[in-house]
């Protein structure tokens, strides 16, 4: 089955833009398998808007431009399937899609079936160029029906944003992933409101159809097609557990052709990819720090009984945040503590009772996974 837990993988977007080609995804292909980033479950490659012709065939069917991709898109998704891992396309549910390409609007049976003769595994699908007099949920539908009787599984990406109250009809629709929020871009002001948009939507999500809070920027360090600024390994370390916590899928969106041990660290850490890919995908619920407004505690229900707890400064001055275990359910009279390990340092810190307190450094987080323990 899939969608059951948030799909980990790559896409073109982010660094590249309109700058796709074949060579390019063939390249990050064997970044994925070379880097050890398909050993830590990265697994679909996607390729995002601007990779087709601006007119269809003659058949009204999607055409790839065959000077980014000349061996098309069947030779190019064996490449990806030899490799043993998924590829991923991109369309639109309007007319066009937001950069003026080909939309799938009143073509969608015949577009499924293309990306379906294609070996494709997984379609995101935007909103831009929307008909008028249509709702988006019938948009949705309409490709969520094609793909799911296309006569292959495909993964179904929704991506309109958060609009129209999506968070009411994705589910039902039939979409795996729906993004929640606006689109990222690689400086820590959009990872923070991102992060805050999030707040609350945590019943929304769930297996088979999670909250997408957009592709990360870990390791783009300003440079490529969302840059905006960059961020530190810090901030690229926060982002990631906050990513991890709300359940979102972990899409890389930078140039791993290029990455550097420190965003190899970050994106391959299999404790925190645990907790992201928990089976019961039960997205972290928030406490925030009654004396610091910056400061905010994320507690994720794990299947084997564990919690997974993060501890985040959103502000630009350090902090010291306390965390009652009563207000995640550990009553000091149950008799019961919490052992702690930091999955960051990967450190056991030992058992505590009733309150655990840190100081943090601004933009920074910890990330542990605790037992529920007698002393
Ligand atoms: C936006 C979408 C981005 C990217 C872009 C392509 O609407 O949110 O993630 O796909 O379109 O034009």
Redesign the pocket.
Known sequence: MIGKTPPMGW?S?NTF?WEISEDLIKGIADVFVEQNLKAAGYEYIVI???WSKKQRDSKGRLVPDEEKFPSGMKALADYIHSKGLKFGM?S?AGTM???GYPGSFEHEFIDAETFASWDVDYL?Y???YKPDGIPGHILYKRMAMALRNCGRDILFSA?N?GNDESFNWMRASGAHIF?ST??IQDNWESIKNLALQQLNKECYSGPYCYNDV??LVVGMYGKGNVALGGCTDEEYKTHFSLWALMDSPLMIGSDIRKMNEASKNILTNKEIIEINQDIEGRQAYTIPQWNNSNCMAYIKTLTNGDYAIGFFNFGDTSGEMSLQFWDMGLPTSSGFGLSLRDLWKHEDLGTFTESYTLKLEPHSCAVFRAKVVKP
Request: hydrophobic share 20%; proline share 0%; glycine share 10%.
């Open positions: 896409n977007w833009g995002d808007d601007c991109y639109c899609t937001c950069a995101k935007d909103y831009c991506c944003w993004r606006g689109d957009d592709m």
